[in-house]
């Protein structure tokens, strides 16, 4: 018998609880061997991160990833990338622990399903230091998918140049119309008010997608003078800017921009005009929807009755 016979230690133990069915086993195996400076467990990590939908547990996948030194899990993430159901969980990783790998993998290689990927991480984690590089492929990045994909990037990095950049992108005709929609819906969610001037040029535009962005924006970032604009778009002919122009309306009454009493009786017309059809689009139904709820949180005779009168029809139509 040899002499250098092996007894089985904690590390062992552990070891063989990677392959265990269970992902909180795998997950604490990982973490202890992590803690010890094993890196055994990063394929684990990754498998937990690829199978699972639970968020938390891709939140401690990554915490445990983080243990580890960098160069040591950024070359298992970047394979993972390119997996077919790894990569959406790599790329999230990455946006946590090593953004900049994501960023060089968008300026750097040609395979578009990781280059799409990356971009979708780099929503997660971009860094003020990736600006110039964002925005130079908001207007250059020949892959319209990707191009679509900046604004989204560039949300949480809300710069005076971001907000430019966004503005212009948007207002460029020349632009793809994708890009100048993603780019109206960009400025609302950043809540970028000095872009209520050109968001309220927008709906004028000939594209129904931008004038409905550009609507849903005003709703977060309007002023006075928007509130006008935003209850002419209540009667644009296309059914999602009506839509996006009633829930804008309603929130420019809950940022404090409007009365509700100066907003009610759009709101009760859009109602009794939906009510009067003998079809309803679904936006149209969804637009009635949202102005009853509004209307009742005004406590207004007239417009609780108008309320009250689609919560009928909406049971009517059920039954």
Known sequence: MPDDDHTPGPADHRGAQLRHTDPLV??????????????????????????????????DAIAVL????????????????????????????????????????????????????????????ATDAMIPDLLHLLVAEPNLFIRALIPEVLEHLPTPAVIAALTAAMADPQQDITVRENCAWTLGDM?????????????????????????????????????????????????????YAVD??????????????????????????????????????MAARRAARTLESLDLPRGLAAAQAWRFFEQAARE
């Open 248 to 285: 804008a309306a309603a929130r420019l009454m809950e940022r404090g921009v409007v009365e509700g009493s100066l907003i009610m009786p759009v709101l009760v017309e859009v109602i009794e005009d939906v009510m009067g059809r003998p079809t309803v689009r679904l936006l149209d139904h």
């Open 26 to 59: 795998r997950l604490e195996a990982a973490e202890s061997l992590a803690r010890a400076g094993d890196t055994r467990g990063i394929g684990a990590l990754l498998s937990i991160l690829a199978s699972e939908e639970d968020r938390d547990l891709w939140v």
């Open 191 to 243: 809540h970028a008010e000095e872009a209520a001037g050109p968001l309220a040029d927008a709906l004028t535009d000939d594209h129904a997608d931008l004038r409905a962005s550009a609507v849903y924006a005003l709703g977060q970032v309007g002023d006075a003078e928007a509130v006008e604009l935003v209850l002419a778009a209540v009667d644009d002919e296309d059914e999602g800017v009506r839509y």
């Open 66 to 125: 983080d243990v580890l030194p960098p160069e040591a899990v950024t070359g298992p993430l970047l394979d993972a990338l390119g997996g077919a159901g790894t990569g959406p969980a790599a790329a999230y990783a990455l946006a946590r622990l090593n953004p900049e790998a994501l960023l060089a993998v968008l300026l750097e290689e040609d395979d578009l399903p990781r280059r799409r990927l990356a971009t979708q991480g780099l929503a997660h984690g």
